[in-house]
């Protein structure tokens, strides 16, 4: 059982990317998945949440407006399409699972339920 994150690279500023997160082992469709990112030296943080159907989604206030989480269900996966990307949007992002199928409402708080997480995914942002 794991995931696999997919999609990364490098782009120019105001650039987009779109990641995306797949599942080995089980359904991402009975589950809710998650996005964190992580920059050297910084510590882990929370991107977006989808929860299992009916999909509601949380972001965090850092990507609001500029990045989509979504479900494609003829492949189950979940995607984050990132627009407008900044030199701080760089990190290596990797998703995570919570079994309950829930997000936290508040982003900040989305930590805390996840069970397994994947590795990640370099998106580099340059100017």
């Known amino acids: 059982v794991q995931l696999q994150a997919s999609g990364g690279g490098l782009v120019q500023t105001g650039g987009s990317l779109k990641l995306s997160c797949a599942g080995v082992?089980?359904?991402?469709?009975?589950?809710?998945i998650a996005w964190f990112r992580q920059a050297p030296g910084n510590e882990r943080e929370p991107v977006a949440c989808?929860?299992?159907?009916?999909?509601?989604?949380t972001y965090a206030d850092s990507v609001k407006g500029r990045f989509t989480i979504s479900r494609d269900n003829t492949e189950d996966t979940v995607n984050l399409q990132m627009r407008s990307l900044q030199a701080e949007d760089t990190a290596n992002y990797f998703c995570?699972?919570?079994?309950?199928?829930?997000?936290?409402?508040?982003?900040?708080?989305?930590?805390?339920?996840?069970?397994?997480w994947g590795k990640g995914t370099q998106v580099t942002v340059s100017s």
């Open positions: 082992g089980f359904r991402l469709s009975d589950n809710a």
């Open positions: 989808i929860s299992r159907a009916p999909n509601r989604i």
């Open positions: 995570a699972r919570d079994r309950s199928g829930y997000c936290a409402r508040d982003a900040e708080y989305l930590v805390y339920g996840m069970d397994l």
